[in-house]
């Protein structure tokens, strides 16, 4: 099953190197991926699956299940997805049962026609958001989002959309690495000093200093990796980013 999707990412904070992989998959890969989903999922994951009923449901699980085995995978070596679990914590978070000693996470978020994971030592913990650009929900989107947020940008300043969407997956990304998901309150995770850094946008967030965040925008869509603010991304994600605007 596994397709070749993916890209390591290496994370380097004061001498030590952190590796993580990055994986997605589009929903043209859906009918191949569906033919063989019992080569996929457990049984625990396959009884879940089997039980959603309409198909976007399905689409987006099974999907988003892919590019974290497929993340998971290729971070600890295994050629088995049967053998890597993939199952929701009491906050709904997925929580990764696989074979080795190693303490995996993984991140996994959808938009649009697109799934991604981001697989992580738990000892360095990173998440990932993807969302699709939609004018139309812009005005959702600002109700989240604090006015001195959209005034952070000095240089190249963004279309709103972009600058909106930008934030949200900033602020969704946090929370998935915070634990808690859209439990806490968006307030809290204000952002704060988003730069344009080469070919993608940087920033923090005023209640939560040890973390930072970097965006990469591409035509219809935005992809946020938050990390730990003094860690420095040694790789990049442009394999990732060329084969979403195809």
Excluded at 119 to 130: K, L, W
């Amino acid at each position: 099953l596994a397709i070749p999707l993916r890209t390591r990412i290496e994370m380097v904070r004061d001498k030590s190197a952190f590796r993580g992989m990055l994986a997605w998959v589009t929903t043209d890969e859906y009918s191949r991926i569906v033919d063989n989903y019992c080569e996929l999922l457990d049984s625990h994951e396959r009884r879940y699956f089997e039980s959603l009923h309409f198909e976007r449901r399905r689409i987006s699980y099974l999907l988003g299940r892919f590019a974290a085995k497929n993340a998971v995978a290729g971070l600890v070596d295994e050629t088995d997805f049967m053998k890597l679990g993939i199952v929701p914590g009491v906050f709904n978070q997925p929580v990764v049962h696989q074979p080795t000693s190693e303490v995996v996470g993984v991140s996994i978020s959808h938009s649009g026609d697109v799934a991604c994971a981001l697989a992580f030592p738990q000892v360095h913990p990173m998440a990932i958001d993807i969302e699709q650009i939609d004018a139309t929900k812009v005005d959702a989107i600002k109700a989240h989002i604090a006015p001195a947020e959209l005034d952070l940008t000095e240089h190249d300043r963004p279309p709103e959309e972009v600058l909106c969407t930008l934030i949200w997956t900033a602020k969704e990304a946090l929370s998935k690495s915070l634990g808690c998901g859209m439990t806490a309150p968006f307030e809290l995770m204000e952002t704060t000093a988003i730069v344009v850094d080469s070919a993608a946008f940087c920033g923090r967030f005023k209640n939560f200093s040890q973390y930072k965040f970097r965006s990469w925008v591409t035509t219809n869509y935005i992809i946020t990796i938050v990390s730990p603010r003094k860690s420095e991304l040694k790789t990049t994600i442009q394999t990732m980013l060329d084969d979403i605007e195809c």
